[in-house]
């Protein structure tokens, strides 16, 4: 069994890197509608990101991360999320963003996901997108896959959870997310050089104040369009789904 929190505390050195803050408003954009009026919420594995703090207020929350480094004293639980130290039935949300990607055997991180909601409680989800897109930098965050929107849904759907939205994100970005993603693949293939370890803290690649601009800017097409639209392509997934109220899980 094998969680691996290398890579995933990159935000507490960056967190006002320009991704974090997009993919929060992505994050809101979709999930919020399902959010609901909660009791009790779970934060899985991003404890240490700004990309939740959409979620603050919605009920009492507790964070959970591997990584001690990315939970606030006081405020958060170190664990796994292959094992959740919580009884069945806990919380009424779990978010869980990035983190299934660093989880194996898969199986048993979204049993237990399933596990620790309450029937009729939301999963909500996102994952990087596209094996092709696989490079060193999946290898220095630990990754074990990618996923495709359909590969999202059938492993959601497996744990026996039902899917209420699913549909891709950064798609007004995703020309330049593939071009230098496979620019970078190029490069790798030529150098020929070992697969990277994962890294402790990965390394955000810099970006000018000008590009972030046009970045940022981009995302706010997402956002427009996903208030009413799935999009069809794009460098993240985003789920929702529902534990049936009849309880069960895979």
Known sequence: ????????????????????????????????????????????????????????????QTSLDVD???????????????AL????????????FDVLEHCAPEAQAMSELARVLTPGGRLLLSVPAYTWAWSEFDDENGHHRRY???????????????????????????????????ARRTREKF????????????????VPPIVERVLMGLTTIDRRLLDSHNLPFGSSVLVAATKPPTGGYG
């Open 1 to 60: 069994m094998t969680v691996s929190h290398a890579g995933g505390s990159a935000s507490i050195e960056r967190p006002d890197y320009w991704w974090y803050r997009a993919r929060a408003g992505l994050l809101r954009t979709v999930l919020e509608d399902y959010v609901g009026e909660p009791a009790r919420v779970l934060d899985v594995g991003s404890a240490d990101g700004p990309s939740v703090g959409w979620l603050r207020g919605h009920g009492k």
């Open 191 to 206: 150098q020929r050089e070992p697969r990277q370890a994962p890294a402790d803290v990965v390394s955000l690649p810099r």
């Open 85 to 96: 130290p919580f009884r069945d039935e806990s919380f009424d949300v779990v978010a869980a």
């Open 68 to 82: 001690p480094r990315g939970i606030a004293p006081g405020e958060g639980v170190c664990g796994s999320a292959l």
């Open 148 to 182: 495709t929107r359909p590969r999202a849904v059938t492993t959601v759907t497996a744990a026996g959870l039902v899917v209420d939205r699913a549909t891709y994100a950064f798609t007004a970005v995703f020309p330049i997310f593939a071009a230098e993603r496979l």
